[in-house]
T-cell receptor
Framework: AQSVTQLDSQVPVFEEAPVELRCNYSSSVSVYLFWYVQYPNQGLQLLLKYLSGSTLVKGINGFEAEFNKSQTSFHLRKPSVHISDTAEYFCAVSDLSNAGNMLTFGGGTRLMVKP | EAQVTQNPRYLITVTGKKLTVTCSQNMNHEYMSWYRQDPGLGLRQIYYSMNVEVTDKGDVPEGYKVSRKEKRNFPLILESPSPNQTSLYFC???????????FGQGTRLTVV
């Protein structure tokens, strides 16, 4: 079964600093990869997705992620964060060899942007 | 507006009292799922449905039931809730099997 590891449960960072949120998944032949953001008291909103093609994926709010197949990673980055980026971020994987409809999520990383 | 709607948003109940959390989507999506979110564990899938009358277990189905009698609705049923089902629940829908999921606003359930 697929598993997803988000290596940092919390990431504190100052405003305007760069940030990287790390995500690793267990090996699979073919996967789709997603990053979601959850603001307080809200549902999850899609930030970006990798389905195929270029390994560098750009998403909303200035975020981007890079798919690295050899390292089975999909790290999320932003060059300059804002206070409004404070939220919980989830990495998710869809294993294309799975016959069902299942997204496997990591445990989440809480990004805390400080002024 | 395209959306997934869950009700209620907040629910406190007692052990053993049957409850239903409703979920409805207006995007004509084939696939619908229920997840529970617990601190440090991320979201874990409870059940999913690939179409009307077609449902299957996810990672943590024990203690839950679902039904899919209409394409737009996918209620989650707890026949006899227990305190370990205290959690934040999300319903989601997606247009195809491995596509991105669209989430509802969540239902925070407390079982005392």
């Amino acid at each position: 079964a697929q598993s997803v590891t988000q290596l940092d449960s919390q990431v504190p960072v100052f405003e305007e600093a760069p940030v990287e949120l790390r995500c690793n998944y267990s090996s699979s032949v073919s996967v789709y990869l997603f990053w979601y953001v959850q603001y307080p008291n809200q549902g999850l909103q899609l930030l970006l997705k990798y389905l195929s093609g270029s390994t560098l994926v750009k998403g909303i709010n200035g975020f981007e992620a890079e798919f690295n197949k050899s390292q089975t990673s999909f790290h999320l980055r932003k060059p300059s964060v804002h206070i409004s980026d404070t939220a919980e971020y989830f990495c998710a994987v869809s294993d294309l060899s799975n016959a069902g409809n299942m997204l496997t999520f990591g445990g989440g990383t809480r990004l805390m942007v400080k002024p | 507006e395209a959306q997934v709607t869950q009700n209620p948003r907040y629910l406190i109940t007692v052990t053993g009292k049957k409850l239903t959390v409703t979920c409805s989507q207006n995007m004509n999506h084939e696939y619908m799922s229920w997840y529970r979110q617990d601190p440090g564990l991320g979201l874990r899938q409870i059940y999913y449905s690939m179409n009307v009358e077609v449902t299957d277990k996810g990672d943590v189905p024990e203690g839950y039931k679902v039904s899919r009698k209409e394409k737009r609705n996918f209620p989650l049923i707890l026949e006899s809730p227990s305190p370990n089902q205290t959690s934040l629940y999300f319903c989601a829908s997606s247009p195809t099997r491995h596509a991105e999921a669209f989430f509802g606003q969540g239902t925070r359930l407390t079982v005392v």
